[in-house]
């Protein structure tokens, strides 16, 4: 009998999700010995029945509706003398 993978957790959306957490409390988490994801002492994260937690959206990175674009005409640099080769 060959070796095969166990399936992957396959998450839904009906899943909970864990909370996203500070870089300091992960610490805490792995210096305890709780699991990194949710934080619960009874197992470990690859046993997390919850889904992985979302990093927070911030309101710099939301991109915000698109407003339409006024056309703007290129500033030019005005000429001190007309051109002699219209003359011509």
């Known amino acids: 009998m060959e070796w095969e993978p166990a399936p992957a ?7 909970r ?3 996203w ?14 699991c990194f994801r ?6 470990q994260v690859r046993e997390c029945p919850y889904a992985p937690a979302r990093r927070p959206v911030t ?10 674009r006024k056309e703007v005409q290129p500033e030019l640099e005005e000429d001190a003398e ?4 219209s003359e011509n």
């Open 59 to 68: 309101t710099d990175s939301v991109r915000k509706e698109a407003a339409p």
């Open 82 to 85: 007309p051109s002699s080769e």
């Open 21 to 34: 957490v500070s870089q300091e409390e992960l610490d805490n988490r792995r210096q305890t010995k709780r």
């Open 38 to 43: 949710c934080g619960a002492s009874n197992h």
């Open 17 to 19: 999700r864990a909370k």
């Open 9 to 15: 957790k396959v998450f839904t959306g009906s899943t």
